[in-house]
Nanobody
């Protein structure tokens, strides 16, 4: 049974940092691209970042570029999203998702990802 479990969310002040984790089980994790997505209140879900299985190449949305680092530990079946200098507009539920990696680069097309976690809440507020 495929399972993705996000953790690490919480309440943080503007300018603070959080590290989100996505723990995977039930599939051959090392062969899958992992993406992070978020959904803010009243808005649609948007892509944040992804990391490929082939070469571990990464991609970041412009909204988080230079403030965010995605990484993966295949030995622990876990992907991390380190977010720094958080802003109130980063407030959202953050989801991780998995798709079998077939090409060198990952992408943030939501429809490409068949497996999703339940999400973790990130709130940036003073």
């Amino acid at each position: 049974q495929v399972q993705l479990v996000e953790s690490g969310g919480g309440l943080v002040q503007p300018g603070g940092s959080l590290r989100l984790s996505c723990a995977a089980s039930g599939f051959a994790f090392a062969g899958y691209d992992i993406g992070w997505f978020r959904q803010a209140p009243g808005k649609g879900r948007e892509g944040v970042s992804c990391i490929s299985t082939i070469d571990g190449l990464t991609y970041y949305a412009d909204s988080v570029k230079d403030r965010t680092t995605i990484s993966r530990d295949n030995a622990k079946n876990t992907v991390y999203l380190q977010m720094n200098n958080l802003k109130p507009e980063d407030t959202a539920v953050y989801f991780c998702a998995a798709v079998y990696g077939r090409i060198r680069y990952c992408g943030l097309g939501q429809g490409s990802y068949p497996y999703w976690g339940q999400g973790t809440q990130v709130t940036v507020s003073s």
